[in-house]
T-cell receptor
Framework: LAKTTQPISMDSYEGQEVNITCSHN???????ITWYQQFPSQGPRFIIQ???TKVTNEVASLFIPADRKSSTLSLPRVSLSDTAVYYC????????????FGQGTTLQVKP | EPEVTQTPSHQVTQMGQEVILRCVPI?????FYWYRQILGQKVEFLVS????????KSEIFDDQFSVERPDGSNFTLKIRSTKLEDSAMYFC?????????????FGPGTRLTVL
């Protein structure tokens, strides 16, 4: 389980691309990087997971450099509804193990 | 799309009372979890459950807490004697376990208010 560090908050405007970077300097060989999203008064929701290079799905892209000490979640053309807290997790102990959340990044999208 | 459901959405109780929070995980999932989130704080792991027994629990999950899967569909969290500091959102989550992704599916939560 690697400690992760991400910005406390970010602001953006509708239509912009948002990149949230997470630092995980002590990531272990078997750790995967996973991002969750949490809207106010709702449970977290899985967004994307990756091990290295680039992963893309219908919601976001995840960029992981070769040294894997950081990762960047990229949200294309955000809308007001993307206002949420985004959590970066780095853990490889199990694909069924507990999730350890940090404080996350609060993204505020403005009109 | 299948989803995790939780009841009630909001529970108000007096300090010292017992509460039971209920969850219905996604039907083919095998691993179940409870998390809590105190207002303004991070989501904290409480307990994981697999094959009808606790697989892991946190320091928060003391003797006042218990979990049960009484009928193969419901998954409950019981707090025997609530304290003021138990006031929080409680989230249930489940996962199938056969995927390489640790994609836990969370319910909408139960807001517990202890007076």
């Amino acid at each position: 389980l690697a400690k992760t560090t991400q910005p406390i908050s970010m602001d953006s405007y509708e239509g912009q691309e948002v990149n949230i970077t997470c630092s995980h300097n002590n990531i272990a060989t078997n750790d995967y990087i996973t991002w969750y999203q949490q809207f106010p008064s709702q449970g977290p929701r899985f967004i994307i997971q990756g091990y290295k290079t680039k992963v893309t799905n219908e919601v976001a892209s995840l960029f992981i450099p070769a040294d894997r000490k950081s990762s960047t979640l990229s949200l294309p053309r955000v809308s007001l509804s993307d206002t949420a807290v985004y959590y970066c997790l780095a853990d490889g102990s199990s694909n069924t193990g507990k999730l350890i959340f940090g404080q996350g990044t609060t993204l505020q999208v403005k009109p | 799309e299948p989803e995790v459901t939780q009841t009630p959405s909001h529970q108000v109780t007096q300090m010292g009372q017992e509460v039971i929070l209920r969850c219905v995980p996604i039907s083919n999932h095998l691993y179940f979890y409870w998390y809590r989130q105190i207002l303004g704080q991070k989501v904290e792991f409480l307990v994981s459950f697999y094959n009808n027994e606790i697989s892991e629990k946190s320091e928060i999950f003391d003797d006042q807490f218990s979990v049960e899967r009484p009928d193969g569909s419901n998954f409950t969290l019981k707090i025997r004697s609530t304290k003021l500091e138990d006031s929080a959102m409680y989230f249930c989550a489940s996962i199938w376990g056969g995927s390489s992704y640790n994609e836990q599916f969370f319910g909408p939560g139960t807001r517990l208010t202890v007076l």
